[in-house]
Nanobody, 117 residues
C-alpha cells in the first residue's frame, strides 16, 4: 500500500494550497482517510478526516473554517483545500488511511507546507 502526498509549497500568509494524496495497493473507498501535520520540534497532530464515502468530514479546531477535506473515490485521491494560511500552519503534512480516523494503519509520504508572514 502506498500513499503519495503532494501539493505543498512556500506561500505567503493568507494564500491557499490544495494538497493531494493518491493511494494505491488497496481499495481506496474501503477506508477512512485523514490528514495530519508535524511542525518542527512538535508532535504530529491531527488536522482533518473523512469517512469512506466522503460525506462525513471531521476537523480539528485548527482547521475549522479554513480547511476542507474531500475525496474522489474514482481517482483514489484524498484532498485538503487550505485557505487563509497562517505561519503557524507551517509543517510537514501527511495523509493516512485506516478503518477509522483514529485507527490508522498506513501513512503516506509528507509534503512540506511553509507559510511566510
Amino acid at each position: 500500500v502506498q500513499l503519495q502526498a503532494s501539493g505543498g509549497g512556500l506561500v505567503q500568509a493568507g494564500a491557499s494550497l490544495r494538497l493531494s494524496c493518491v493511494v494505491s495497493g488497496r481499495p481506496f473507498d474501503d477506508y477512512a482517510m485523514a490528514w495530519f501535520r508535524q511542525a518542527p520540534g512538535k508532535e504530529r497532530e491531527f488536522v482533518a478526516a473523512i469517512n469512506w464515502y466522503g460525506d462525513k468530514p471531521y476537523y480539528e479546531d485548527v482547521a475549522k473554517g479554513r480547511f476542507t477535506v474531500s475525496r474522489d473515490n474514482a481517482k483514489s485521491t484524498l484532498y485538503l483545500q487550505m485557505n487563509s494560511l497562517k505561519p503557524e500552519d507551517t509543517a510537514v503534512h501527511y495523509c493516512a488511511s485506516g478503518v477509522a480516523a483514529d485507527v490508522i494503519d498506513y501513512w503516506g509520504t509528507g509534503t512540506q507546507v511553509t507559510v511566510s508572514s
